[in-house]
Structures are given as C-alpha cells and as structure tokens.
C-alpha cells in the first residue's frame, strides 16, 4: 500500500502473502531428512543459513556430535555463501540506484563462488549441502582449486568493484543520509544482522551466541554508527573482508577426519524441543524445532529476518521522494522468498 | 493463349511479363527525358536554394538512420566490454548487424493503442519527438560546404527547434492516460525548462567572442591548429555546455525521464512498436547531435586539431596516358589479386589456390579504396573536414555511452538544485567575464 504527495511518500505499508508456501506445515509432514531440501527455498540467496539453523536444532535434539571437520565445512561454506549474498546486495543496490555496471562486477565475483558450491554440492542456488550430523561430501579437489584461485585475487577484484561506487559523487550524495535507522528503533523492530550493525549495535550471534567453530576463529564485527544506507552497504563490504579473514583461517585450521556423524538410519528424536540461530549474510535466521518422539518434527517455526526486516519501510520512507523508495528497500536487503514462508 | 500461359513456368511467366513492361517504361522515360529535361533544368537552376534545402533535408533524414544504428551498436559493445560481457556478436561480424535487427523487430512488432488514449495527440508525439532531431541537424556544418543551412540565427534556431521535443514528451505523457506517464512527461518538462537554461547561457560567451550567431562562421573563426579551438577561451562555458547537454539528451546520470526504477518506462510506458522505437531512434540521433554541436562550438568543427606537416601535391592526369589507361584499368586488378595472394598461397599448404585469390582481391580492393580514400582525405577540403568532424563527434558519443556504463542516477531533487543553484549562477558568471575580457581587449 503506497501514498505519496507530490512525489514525496506519505506512508507506506507492505502487504504480504503473495510468496506464501506454508513451509513450516510441510515440515510438520515430513520427516528430519527431507525437511532439509523443503527449506532451502526460503532465502535462496543464502540458502545455507536456511539449511544451517534446522540442521543444528535437529542436533540438538538427537544430542548429536558433529564431526569437526564437517563443523569446519560449514563455516567455510557458509561464509562463503555469505560473500555470494553481499556480492548480490552490491548489484542489486547500485542497480536500484540506476547503475547498470556494478551488478555484472559482482556477479563476476558471486559466479566464481557459486561455481566453487558447485562443485562440492552439486547445485548453484539451492545447495541441499548440510545434514544432520555433518555434511554431504568432503571437500573435492575442483572446489580447493578454484577456492584457491579465487582467493589469491577476491580481495583485489573486491576494491576494484567498490571504487565504482565508493569514489562516486553520484552514489555517495544519493545514498548518504538515506532512509536512517536510529538505534532504538532497531532494537524495537528487532532489527538484526548488518542493518542492526550499522546503526551501532555490535550484535552478532556468532559472538554473542557462540556456534560451531566461531569461537576458534578471529575476526572482527565490523560496527557503524550512520544507520543510513550509505552505512548498510559500507558495512556489508566490510563484512566480505572478514569473512575473506574467516576462510583463510578455515582452511589453515581445518583438521582431518569424517565429515559425517555416526547415525540411525531412522531419526526419532526423543520428546523435547530445542532452538537455534545462526547469523546469516541478513540477521538472525533461527530455528524452534518440537519433537513428539516420531519422526516427524511436531513443529517447526522459522525465524527470518528479511520478514522484520521489511516492516521498516513502513518507517523509514514517509518524508522521502519516489524516487529513494528502491534505494532505501534494496539497502535494507530483504528477500521475499524468505519474507513469506 | 490461356493453355500456352499455364504451361510456362514460373520464371518464363516473370520475364514476359517484366520485359515488355520495362521495354515501355524505357520509352516512355526516354521521351519523357527528351521533352522535360531541358524545362525541369531551367526550374531547378532557378531555384537553387530550394533544390539544396531539398537536397539536404533528404540526406539528413535519411543519414539518421545509419547514425542511429551505428550509437546502438556502440552502447551494446562499450557498455558490454564494461560491464565484461561479450555483448552482441551472432548477428553479422561481430555483431555488427545486430542494431539493425533491433529495427526490425520494432517494427515487426504490433503497434497496440490502449483504451482511454487520446488518439490523435498519442499518435502525433512520436513523430513530433522525432522530427525535431533531423530539423537540428539541418543547421550543423559538418564540413566545408556540407551543411544544410547556413542563417546568422543558427544557434538560436538550434536550441528553439530542440526545445520542440519536450512538447512532443509532454503530448507523450499526457495522452497515454497512464500515471507513470504522466509523471515521466512533467519530469522531461521540468527538467528540459532548467537545463535549457544553462545550455543556452553557456554558449553566450562564444556568441560574444565570435560575434556572430552562424555555426559556419564559428567553425571558420576557430581555423588553425589545436589551440586556437574554443575550449580554451571557453573552459567553463564548455563544462556548463557539456552537463547540460547530457541532460538535454536524457542520457545517464541526468536521465530521469526513463528512471525504470520509479516510473516503469517514463513516457514511453503505454508505447510499443515502432512508436516507441521512434523515442528511442530520437534519443540516440539526439546523443549524436549534442556531440556534433559541442565539437563545432568548442572543438573546432571540421578543422583538423593540426596541420598537415608535408604537403602533398597530387598531380594525375589520367587521360595522359591514353589507351595505356584501358590497359591499365584491364590489368591492374588481375596483377593486384595475383601478387597480394600469392605470399598467402606460399606461407601455408592450408590456403587453397582459390582462397588465395579470393584474400588477394580483398586485400586490392581496399588497397584501393583507401588510396581512393587517402586521395580524396589530401586533395578534397570537403573529405578531410567530414573525416575530422565525424571523428571528434564520436569521441563525444563515446564519452556519452561510457558515463551510462559508469555512473548510477541522480535524483530528481538533487538534479534541479544542481541546476539552478550551480549551472545558470556559473553560466552567468562565464557571460560576464567573457564580456569584461572582451571589452578590456577591444579598448586596448
């Protein structure tokens, strides 16, 4: 729902729906495997973080060990799809604010690492990669090389792609300013992830929520205090360089071994519930999983941030012209897969 | 009659049916040549201004369409090698053709009216953005004696017959009966209004310096070499000229008629078929002709940037020669395709005698074209100006394109004050000290 006066935006109100699949119902159908490949659509951009929250919920519930290597997987695999996802955002904001070039420059870079998915899952979008109790495969050799390949040359290939847009007078006066996001609100909305960060709260479930092997890792929690869209966008670059940080580390780090927990071929997880987040390339995806003791969850409910997300622009656009609508929209990053469940 | 008809075939029935109509037409012309030619001379030499106008009006209008082609192709190739794609390249050589398919398709496409236009205005708006283009073009030297008009208001008719498109953007967006339309007509308006300012105050201080309104006496005063071109007295009117032309063309980062993000396709949103391709036909002309008048206003026009170090002097007298020539004419091909094939046929067992040959008559005939090219470049004015101009206008279309790959758009707010904040207060302060400097210089 849109009203605007005389080209400036009077209020503003999302109506949802039009995505909806009832994916938590379709959970509460099937069982703990096959639940895996149903959330994969949810955020396709970052379909690994939908996959990740579930899968360690589940773990949870069957009191489950994961192998360490397969831990150390995850993470390489997950900040990589992160990377993938903010190489997006960069395209699709420069885009939105009428750039034609930026999105072909990062999808040069999203390409490579989708290639790189590829080859160790098997899908470029919808990866289907994580399982309960570990992962689907060892590192292959194709995904090493291309991996290494990539890496000697992202961190270059990154500024080069910024310097089209962060040196541009066009860009900078557009975005800075735009559609700001003062740290109360945030916290009220229960903003999480890079928008929350850049309004100052240096809130990251990896940190405060310690999961996997984050602990083991160092990076930083890239924090801005603007809260404007020229913010959210300098922080999701700045993100891509810790997790360029958290891969190198990953791949010294990384120890031999199995990649796979030793399981029952038939989950029946004893009664009980158990809850996890995980932080993904948007904010806090989470995962409240209900057993009944068969092999199907009793319920399954997903948190997803791009849907809080979405409901700032109700609050951030009245006062701004038609004209910023997009660009305010494209640097909170929602994604409507994930919006609608 | 009629079985002897039916059992010819399909060919045999065309030839005798195209042969006797040509043998009549010839006649027919013949006589009619014979009759009329003398009088329809006389009526032409009478007129020779009007044959000329006519002459030139034609060319231009039919030049267009090859301009148009040549900056699609352009915008398909630069912004793809930007943005590291491969760009077109199925279409002929590398792509080449691909603009021309472009056309094609347009106007291949089914020309739909929605319920609720305003027929007549809906229908006239293209073809009023359209024709304000070639009417420009009249007035551009493009070289020596190749202009269509030459008038001491030329500049002034310039920016008036450009202004005109706005008018048909206006009819655009208000007949389509459509929102975003409309919006993205208003847009065109407000900003053609507060660019036309500017644009037109920049070029005062040339008008001042040159004395004369005429784009012929322009080029002609900025004759010599590199430095003696407008851009040095003029840096800033240059500037001035420079932005607000790409706003006058709604090109990248100034085009907020066509802002997709916000209003769908601006004004061209209830169009399709060849009228919308009109719009764009117009659009990519209209990039050419702000190049053009930014090179003859501040670039020197058709005048090389310098001269030509040795001067060549040709002296062919063909006829000289006598039947010598005939030999000539018969032999020099032959002997051309021979020796330019054969270090092909030598190099490699791979090349057939056949392919050879065929190479080594490419290769003479553009030996041949450019050393006609070559001559005509050193011994015709007319050739060497057209080169130079068209040349320095496509760096300008180049640099037109190159911004739309590199730069994001403005908004509508920050494009206006701009405007009127800091183009026309800068274009006024160019005026007065182009002025000052003149008339300090002038009482010395």
């Known amino acids: ?341 | 009659m009629a079985a002897y008809w039916n059992r010819l075939s399909l060919g045999s029935r065309a030839f005798l049916v195209i042969v006797p109509a040509l043998l009549v037409v010839g006649a027919v012309l013949t006589v009619g040549i014979a009759v009329l030619l003398g009088p329809v001379l006389d009526f032409l030499g009478a007129n020779m201004p009007l044959v000329r106008f006519v002459a030139a009006a034609t060319a231009i209008i039919v030049m267009t369409i090859p301009i148009a082609f040549v900056i699609i192709f352009m915008e398909l190739k630069v912004i793809a090698a930007m943005n590291l794609r491969v760009g077109p390249d199925r279409v002929g050589p590398y792509g080449t053709f691909m603009s021309v398919v472009h056309g094609l398709k347009v106007l291949a496409k089914e020309d739909f009216t929605p319920r609720g236009v305003d027929v007549p205005i809906f229908t006239l708006a293209p073809i009023v953005v359209f024709a304000s283009i070639p009417l420009t073009l009249l007035v551009i030297p493009f070289a020596p004696g190749v202009f269509g008009q030459d008038f001491n208001i030329a500049l002034l008719y310039f920016f008036a017959i450009g202004g005109m498109s706005v008018v048909g953007l206006m009819m655009a967006g208000w007949a389509s009966f459509n929102k975003y339309s409309l919006l993205g007509a208003l847009r065109a308006a407000a900003q053609a209004i507060s660019y036309e300012l500017p644009l037109t105050l920049s070029v005062v201080g040339i008008i001042i310096l040159a004395g004369t309104m005429s784009l012929n006496s322009i080029v002609q005063l900025q004759a010599g070499s590199l430095f003696d071109w407008n851009i040095w007295k003029q840096p800033l009117g240059f500037i001035i000229f420079f932005i607000a032309a790409t706003a006058e063309a709604n090109r990248t980062p100034l085009d907020m008629t066509e802002a997709d993000q916000e209003l769908v396709a601006g004004f061209a949103t209830e169009y399709s078929g060849m009228r919308f391709g009109f719009f764009f036909f117009a659009e990519y002309v209209n990039v050419f002709v702000v190049s053009a008048l930014s090179v003859v206003l501040f670039f020197g026009g058709w005048n090389a940037p310098f001269d030509w170090p040795f001067p060549v002097t040709l002296s062919l007298d063909p006829g000289g020669l006598g039947l010598g020539l005939v030999f000539l004419i018969a032999l020099a091909p032959v002997v051309g395709t021979i020796v330019l094939g054969l270090p092909f046929w030598l190099l490699s067992s791979r090349v057939s005698t056949l392919r050879a040959l065929v190479i080594g008559f490419i290769l003479f005939n553009l030996l041949i074209v450019g050393a006609f090219l070559g001559w005509a470049f050193v011994s015709a004015e007319w050739v060497s100006g057209l080169v130079w101009m068209i040349g320095k206008t496509f760096v300008f279309v180049f640099i037109f394109v190159q911004m739309r790959g590199t730069l994001p758009r403005v908004r509508v707010d920050q494009l206006m004050s701009f405007a009127w904040k800091w183009l026309l207060p800068a274009a006024l302060l160019n005026i007065f000290v182009t002025a000052t400097a003149v008339s300090i210089l002038a009482n010395r």
């Open chain 1, 1 to 341: 729902m849109f009203r605007n006066e005389f080209g400036q935006v009077v209020d503003l109100d999302p109506v949802l729906g039009y995505l909806h699949r009832g994916v938590e119902k379709i959970a509460e159908n099937s069982d703990f495997h096959h639940i895996i490949s149903q959330l994969d659509p949810l955020e396709y951009v970052s379909s690994l973080f939908c996959e990740w929250s579930p899968v360690m919920s589940f773990e949870k519930l069957l009191d489950i060990q994961v192998p360490r290597r397969a831990e150390y997987i995850r993470v390489l695999t997950g900040e990589l799809n992160r990377i993938a996802s903010h190489m997006l955002f960069l395209g699709w904001y420069a885009l939105d604010l009428g750039g034609i070039t930026p999105i072909l420059w990062s999808f040069a870079e999203r390409d490579e690492i989708v290639e790189m998915l590829a080859a160790i899952t098997g899908a470029k979008l919808l990866f289907n990669y994580f399982r309960i109790g570990g992962v689907n495969g060892d590192l292959n050799h194709e995904f090493m090389s291309r991996l290494g390949d990539w890496m000697s040359r992202a961190g270059a290939q990154l500024d080069a792609g910024m310097g089209l847009l962060n040196e541009n007078e066009i860009f900078v006066r557009r975005a800075r300013g735009l559609g700001v996001l003062d740290r109360e609100t945030a916290l009220r909305m229960c903003v999480t992830g890079p928008n929350l960060r850049a309004s100052g709260v240096p809130f990251d479930i990896r940190r405060a929520h310690p999961y996997s092997v984050y602990p083991e890792l160092e990076f930083e929690i890239p924090t801005r205090r603007e809260g404007d869209s020229l913010a959210r966008y300098l922080l999701r670059m700045d993100e891509v360089r810790q997790s360029l940080r958290i891969i190198d580390q990953c791949l010294h780090q990384m120890p031999d071994g199995p990649v796979m927990a030793r399981l029952p071929r038939l989950l029946r997880p004893r009664p009980g519930r158990a809850y996890s987040a995980v932080e993904g390339p948007r904010g806090q995806y989470s995962c409240y999983a209900m057993s009944d003791g068969t092999d199907q969850p009793f319920r399954l409910r997903i948190h997803d941030p791009s849907f809080l997300h979405l409901q700032l622009v109700g609050l951030l656009m009245p006062g701004n012209l038609i004209a910023d609508t997009m660009a305010i929209m494209a640097s909170l990053d929602p994604v409507m897969g994930g919006v609608d469940k």
